[in-house]
T-cell receptor
Framework: GAVVSQHPSWVICKSGTSVKIECRSLDFQATTMFWYRQFPKQSLMLMATSNEGSKATYEQGVEKDKFLINHASLTLSTLTVTSAHPEDSSFYIC??????????FGPGTRLTVL | AQKITQTQPGMFVQEKEAVTLDCTYDTSDQSYGLFWYKQPSSGEMIFLIY??????QNATEGRYSLNFQKARKSANLVISASQLGDSAMYFC?????????????FGTGTRLKVLA
C-alpha cells in the first residue's frame, strides 16, 4: 500500500513552454500533497502544500504564478511549470498522505529546460 | 523556527557492520514527528522509520532503529548489518504539528557508502 506515482518521470522542453507534472496516490486518498524541488546533491525544498478542494499554500520565495498547483481530487495533484526557463531545471518530487499520517513520496520528475 | 541538522555529509561503513547517521533538530512544538528517508541514485524517497515526540520507546523497523534522545534533541538512525544496497543518500526530516500544516522540513542529508 501507500503508493504514489508521478508522471512523467522525466521531461525535456524548450524554454518558454509550460510543463505539467501529475502526482497520484494510487491506493489511498490523500487530503494533503506536498511539492518539493531538489537540486543536484542538495536537500528537498518544500515549494507548496496542496489541499484537496482549496488553493495551494506556497512557501516564501516560490512564485505561485510560475508554479501552478491544482489538487482537483483526493488522488490527484498537478504542478504546472509555466513559461519554463533553464533555471527551472530540477528534480520535482511530490508526497501524499492522510493529514497527520506519514507522507509517501512519488518517484520524482526530472525536468530539463533547454 | 524549526531546523534539522545533519552534520555528516558522507559516511563509509564496511559491509555487515553497523553505522549511525546523526540528526539533531530544533523546534518549539511539543508535538512533532521525526522521520528518516533513504534516497538511492534513482531519486525516489523511501520511508524508513518514524518516531513520534511522545513515543517513549525508540522506533525499530527491521535493520533500522532510531536512537531518540529528546532532551538532546537528537534522532540518530542506526543501520545494523549494513548491506551494499544500503549505499544511498539518507535524509532526516521533521514534521511540526502545532501549526496544523504538517509540513516536513529536511536536513541536508548524509551520503552513505557501504564497502564490500
Amino acid at each position: 500500500g501507500a503508493v504514489v506515482s508521478q508522471h512523467p518521470s522525466w521531461v525535456i522542453c524548450k524554454s518558454g513552454t509550460s510543463v505539467k507534472i501529475e502526482c497520484r496516490s494510487l491506493d489511498f486518498q490523500a487530503t494533503t500533497m506536498f511539492w518539493y524541488r531538489q537540486f543536484p546533491k542538495q536537500s528537498l525544498m518544500l515549494m507548496a502544500t496542496s489541499n484537496e478542494g482549496s488553493k495551494a499554500t506556497y512557501e516564501q520565495g516560490v512564485e505561485k504564478d510560475k508554479f501552478l498547483i491544482n489538487h482537483a481530487s483526493l488522488t490527484l495533484s498537478t504542478l504546472t511549470v509555466t513559461s519554463a526557463h533553464p533555471e527551472d531545471s530540477s528534480f520535482y518530487i511530490c508526497s501524499a498522505g492522510l493529514f497527520t499520517d506519514t507522507q509517501y513520496f512519488g518517484p520524482g520528475t526530472r525536468l530539463t529546460v533547454l | 523556527a524549526q531546523k534539522i541538522t545533519q552534520t555528516q555529509p558522507g559516511m563509509f561503513v564496511q559491509e555487515k557492520e553497523a553505522v549511525t547517521l546523526d540528526c539533531t533538530y530544533d523546534t518549539s512544538d511539543q508535538s512533532y514527528g521525526l522521520f528518516w528517508y533513504k534516497q538511492p541514485s534513482s531519486g525516489e524517497m523511501i520511508f524508513l522509520i518514524y518516531q513520534g515526540s511522545y513515543d517513549e520507546q525508540n522506533a525499530t523497523e527491521g535493520r533500522y532503529s532510531l536512537n531518540f534522545q529528546k532532551a538532546r534533541k537528537s534522532a540518530n538512525l542506526v543501520i545494523s548489518a549494513s548491506q551494499l544496497g544500503d549505499s544511498a543518500m539518507y535524509f532526516c526530516a521533521m514534521r511540526g504539528e502545532a501549526s496544523g500544516t504538517y509540513k516536513y522540513i529536511f536536513g541536508t542529508g548524509t551520503r552513505l557508502k557501504v564497502l564490500a
